[in-house]
């Protein structure tokens, strides 16, 4: 089944412990993208990767690193977790831009104490 | 500062009858407009797009129209049906990859 996962969903840590939340796609897609949704806010980009070792910050990378070494995988780091990182992250997968649907993970919940 | 603005928070609308969610932007770079649905505890879904270069784009229930002069964008749906009732968020993308998504209008489709 072609699909975007991510892990883990359900995540409680604590300020400053470092942490990574996985992302994985079965589909070859060419590019990969992390959103987080807030409240009022909706979805905004963290990071995109348009191949493998292209990275490009979104609008809100502040707090997260990301990596591209393989096609199929995009984790998302965050070094030193802080409480205004607590959102609902999105993973997302296409097989190229512009006009291209995305395709989305099921969603990591994270809340940082 | 959001660029993308999807100014009715909610919007509630008779089976049957047609829906209409609205969209504005400031940024003129962006190529391609794209509207997801999202249900609850499940990732966002796509359902149509439209590029810069036409004014309306059609799948089944659901059109698209853009107005770029006005940098407006709508969705219409019809009929509207139950399984409707979701989060509908536009968003705008260019060639690059870059995207930027509205704030989501919770549309609820009543019997």
């Known amino acids: 089944e072609a699909q975007v996962t991510q892990n883990p969903r359900y995540l409680i840590t604590v300020t400053g412990k470092k942490l990574t939340v996985t992302c994985s796609q079965n589909?070859?897609?060419?590019?990969m993208s992390w959103y987080r949704q807030d409240p009022g806010l909706g979805l905004r980009q963290i990071y995109y990767s348009m191949n493998v070792e292209v990275t490009d910050k979104g609008d809100v990378p502040e707090g997260y690193k990301v990596s591209r070494k393989e096609k199929r995988n995009f984790p998302l780091i965050l070094e030193s977790p802080s409480p205004n990182q607590t959102s609902l992250y999105f993973c997302?997968?296409?097989?190229?831009?512009?006009?291209?649907?995305?395709?989305f993970g099921p969603g990591t919940r994270l809340t940082v104490l | 500062d959001q660029q993308v603005k999807q100014n009715s928070p909610s919007l509630s609308v008779q089976e049957g009858r047609i829906s209409i969610l609205n969209c504005d932007y400031t940024?003129?770079?962006?190529?391609?407009f794209l509207w997801y649905k999202k249900y609850p505890a499940e990732g966002p879904t796509f359902l149509i797009s439209?590029?810069?270069?036409?004014d309306k784009n059609e799948d089944g229930r659901f059109t698209v129209f853009l107005n770029k002069s006005a940098k407006h964008l709508s969705l219409h749906i019809v009929p509207s049906q139950p399984g409707d009732s979701a989060v509908y968020f536009c968003?705008?993308?260019?060639?690059?990859?870059?995207?930027?998504f509205g704030a989501g209008t919770q549309v609820v489709v009543t019997p």
């Open positions: 589909m070859n897609h060419e590019y």
């Open positions: 940024n003129s770079m962006f190529d391609y």
């Open positions: 997302a997968s296409s097989p190229g831009t512009g006009g291209h649907e995305q395709f």
């Open positions: 439209i590029s810069s270069i036409k």
């Open positions: 968003a705008l993308t260019d060639s690059w990859g870059k995207l930027q």
